[in-house]
């Protein structure tokens, strides 16, 4: 099969969609950036447990949890919903539901991100 792309494309790696590198790039870098949050993450939870209330909202209350939660959160859920694409991408046939989908995906995504983004603030800020 003879490969259509110009020169400069074959060379960027550019598919016909011409953002299929870029987008297996940010799937790899967010897998990477999720490992150390993770760990991090369990490893909190493994050390609070058996914490009381109070213990708990203090520990989220401090600034470098409040941005490592968030982090891990916003880049967690991307993660994810760029994973959903890859599916919705190579599973669903029709051009309407794939488009519905995708855009349901990205809206869940960034309605969960933003509801986890506020509750962290209120609880770390005492609200």
Same mark, same amino acid.
Request: no cysteine.
């Given at each position: 099969?003879?490969? /259509? /792309?110009?020169?400069?494309? /074959? !060379? ?5 969609? =011409? *953002? ?10 967010? !897998? ?6 993770? $760990?991090? %993450?369990?490893?909190?939870? #493994?050390?609070?447990?058996? $914490? *009381?209330?109070?213990?708990? =909202? ?27 694409? #890859? ?7 029709? *051009?309407?539901?794939?488009? !519905?989908?995708? #855009? $349901?995906? =990205? %809206?869940?995504?960034? &309605? &969960?991100?933003?509801?986890? #983004?506020?509750?962290?603030? =209120?609880?770390? &800020?005492?609200?």
């Amino acid at each position: 099969m003879e490969d /259509r /792309r110009t020169p400069l494309a /074959r !060379a960027r790696g550019l598919g016909s969609a =011409r *953002d299929g590198l870029h987008h297996w790039w940010v799937q790899r870098l967010t !897998a990477v950036a999720l490992i150390p949050l993770v $760990a991090w %993450f369990a490893v909190s939870l #493994v050390m609070l447990s058996g $914490a *009381d209330h109070m213990a708990v =909202r203090a520990w989220i209350g401090s600034p470098v949890v409040m941005v490592l939660l968030i982090l891990t959160i916003v880049i967690g859920l991307h993660h994810g919903q760029l994973g959903m694409q #890859v599916v919705i991408e190579d599973y669903v046939h029709g *051009d309407g539901w794939k488009l !519905a989908l995708i #855009v $349901a995906i =990205r %809206f869940i995504a960034f &309605f &969960f991100g933003l509801a986890a #983004v506020v509750a962290i603030l =209120r609880i770390g &800020f005492g609200g």
